[in-house]
């Protein structure tokens, strides 16, 4: 059972900054594709972000331009840097390969609130 671990989160006014932490125990990080997810309340959880093994990215529109995910192998972490962010990006986020590994492989996640 991999073991994630989200920290970063925290309240930022509109327009602030964010760098958001997740640690993976699995040994095999380096190889899957990992992924930020988030789930503001009354909503579905929703993908934000994602980066295959070798470093390429691909994000959700409503992200572009804002947020950066990168990864760091060797430390099995994988990051994800949000700036101008808005009271929308309001959500608890999480970290997980994507595909997930499943419902019991989620994190307590990391809550981000955007508020004047």
């Known amino acids: 059972q991999v073991q994630l671990v989200e920290s970063g989160g925290g309240l930022v006014p509109p327009g602030g900054s964010l760098r958001l932490s997740c640690a993976a125990s699995t040994k095999w990080f380096s190889i899957y594709t990992m992924a930020w997810y988030r789930q503001a309340p009354g909503k579905q959880r929703e993908l934000v972000a994602q980066?295959?093994?070798?470093?390429?990215?691909d994000y959700a529109e409503f992200v572009k331009g804002r947020f950066t995910i990168s990864r760091d192998n060797a430390k099995r972490t994988v990051y994800l840097q949000m700036n101008s962010l808005k009271p929308d990006d309001t959500a608890v986020y999480y970290c997980?390969?994507?595909?997930?590994?499943?419902?019991?492989?989620w994190g307590q996640g990391t809550q981000v609130t955007v508020s004047s």
């Open positions: 997980n390969r994507w595909p997930d590994w499943g419902p019991t492989s």
């Open positions: 980066t295959k093994g070798d470093g390429t990215t």
